[in-house]
């Protein structure tokens, strides 16, 4: 399966930023689709933060993905990647 990655940054309360990939289908290109599933991920977390839009939200490229981000979508729709201040 080819995914799409999109580079996401989000301000969180605590002045931090958090740095994570949204993936989903090749297919899936409609913006305000995967921001929804960002906003899922961040509503998650044990800590308030910004709102996610184009400016903190964009795609970035389409690669293979791994076992564990194909089981994701199957399941859920998105994968999510943590790169920085996410926990």
């Not at 297919?27 to 906003?39: I, K, L, M, R, S």
């Not at 991920?41 to 981000?69: N, R």
Request: hydrophobic share 35%; aromatic share 12%.
């Amino acid at each position: 399966m080819k995914v799409s990655v999109w580079d996401t940054y989000v301000d969180r309360e605590d002045g931090l930023t958090m740095h994570f990939d949204i993936l989903v289908p090749e297919t899936e290109d409609n913006p305000e689709q995967v921001f929804a599933f960002g906003d899922a991920y961040l509503k998650q977390k044990p800590f308030a933060t910004g709102k996610i839009s184009t400016k903190e939200c964009a795609f970035c490229h389409i690669e293979k993905a791994s076992p564990g981000v194909t089981f994701d979508i199957q399941n859920k729709g998105y994968s999510i990647i943590e790169m920085k201040n996410c926990g």
